[in-house]
């Protein structure tokens, strides 16, 4: 069970929304290659990058900053944010990436989604942003008629190697994760499940890890630790105890 530091970009400072909000931020550094950097040397053993500027505008607007990131980090690097083209992906990926997340495009041409699960087999992880059930799209502006457990069977068919399940109406909000969505979404699809949004407390991390069994195999966690609700080696030892 990995917990896995957020660190989200935009107007390339660190920041964290809201629901996924833009005027709803609150910047918590000015150097978002060190705070990655801070993350990796506080024991992570993968770190969950957004471009934020990217998804809104649908092209990577900081990847230079991410591609430092990369180069920094002796952890694995996943990358999210803005992946539209094959360009952006081979960038990423010639950079040193562990794994990239697409989102918008997936809903929006999963032929898209084969062609880079084939080029990079392993290596592409789908984004599901879900309100309600119903997934939403474009830096979350845009809510969809599409059923998040849908468009994951859909996804699994295209050759994703996971996804990464966030509920907008818990992101940001330290309200603690929905489990309940959480859980119905892992029902859909037999691919490996990382929860985000809403972790709060420790006592989260010990609720999500139980939904092992479901298929969740980590958690990305945010606003909680830059608010310095528990520190990331707390929760490290409790997931790890946890997965026993």
């Known amino acids: 069970m990995k917990v896995i530091p957020a660190v989200d970009i935009k107007g390339g400072k660190c920041v964290r929304l809201v629901q996924g909000q833009a ?8 150097d978002p290659v060190a705070m990655a950097v801070h993350w990796d040397e506080e024991g992570a053993q993968l770190i969950h990058i957004v471009d ?3 998804a809104f505008d649908g092209l990577p607007r900081n990847a230079e900053i991410i591609k430092n ?3 920094s980090s002796t952890v694995d690097i996943q990358v999210g944010g803005g992946i539209r083209t094959m360009e952006a992906l081979d960038g990423y990926f010639m950079a040193g990436a562990y794994r990239c997340i697409l989102g918008t495009i997936a809903l929006k041409e999963p032929a898209f989604v084969e062609q880079a699960a084939k ?72 691919l490996p499940v990382i929860a985000s949004g809403g972790v709060t407390r420790l006592e ?41």
């Open 23 to 30: 005027d709803r931020e609150t910047v918590y550094g000015d």
């Open 52 to 54: 934020l500027d990217g």
């Open 69 to 71: 990131i990369i180069y």
């Open 119 to 190: 080029k990079y087999p392993g290596k592409i992880m789908v984004g599901i942003d879900a309100k309600e059930g119903m997934v939403a799209v474009k830096g979350w502006v845009e809510v969809s008629e599409k059923k998040a457990s849908d468009l994951a069977k859909q996804m699994e068919s295209c050759g994703a190697a996971g996804f990464i399940f966030t509920d907008i109406g818990r992101d940001g909000m330290m309200q603690g994760p929905n489990l309940d969505a959480v859980r119905a979404f892992c029902e859909s699809t037999s």
């Open 204 to 244: 989260d991390i010990t609720a999500i890890s139980e939904l092992a069994e479901c298929g969740v195999e980590g958690m990305i966690v945010g606003k909680a630790l830059y608010d310095k609700s528990f520190q990331l080696k707390d929760a490290l030892k409790l997931a790890k105890d946890h997965a026993g």
